[in-house]
């Protein structure tokens, strides 16, 4: 009998020894699989962070883009600036656009305004009776062509900004 029992304090001991390998086996492989997990959501959330940050900016930049689009139509639709007001309004509208986009929108506005600017000019220049200087014409007629393509270019331009059709 007193075999007996040690035989059976033998397998309890080598069960006891090999249960502690198991447990550590076992707490690697949980322990691995909630890192994982950690990890997935830790990127999970710095996608939604990004995606949140990007509409909190997509009223501002919307805002910015349909003033510069409702100028481009102000022009194409008169072929001319009467007023400086137009002008103004657009330089008000758009200051912030160097907090929100990058330097190219910075610059295509700039472009806008001066060819605005240039147009005017033309206009105050033609009198009352609105008779342009023959060496006007082909100036209005330039930029008048080159404001009818800038609805397109607009678009393509603020694109990258505004699209939420790519993560």
């Known amino acids: 009998m007193s075999r007996s029992i040690e035989f059976w304090v033998k ?39 990004h995606l949140q940050h990007r509409l909190a900016l997509l009223d501002r930049r919307m805002k910015i883009f349909n003033v510069t689009q409702d ?8 072929a001319i600036v009467e007023e400086m007001k137009p002008l ?12 929100l986009f990058g330097s190219e929108i ?12 240039r147009l005017h000019t033309i206009h105050q220049k033609s009198g009352p009776q609105r008779i342009l200087q023959p060496a006007d014409i ?6 008048v062509e080159w404001f009818s393509a800038q ?7 603020f694109l ?3 699209d939420f059709r790519e993560p």
């Open 106 to 117: 910075g610059e295509y506005l700039e472009e806008l305004y001066k060819k605005g600017v």
């Open 138 to 143: 082909p100036v209005q007629i330039e930029i």
């Open 71 to 78: 100028f481009i139509a102000l022009v194409n639709r008169d």
């Open 151 to 157: 609805h397109r270019a607009a678009d393509q331009k």
């Open 11 to 49: 397998v309890a001991q080598i069960v006891q020894a090999s249960l502690t390998p198991l447990i550590a086996i076992w707490i690697f492989i949980v322990t691995s699989r909630i890192q994982r997990q950690q990890a997935k959501t830790q990127q999970q959330q710095a996608q939604t962070t």
């Open 88 to 99: 103004s309004q657009l330089l008000r509208d758009t200051r912030e656009h160097h907090l």
């Open 160 to 162: 990258k900004y505004i």
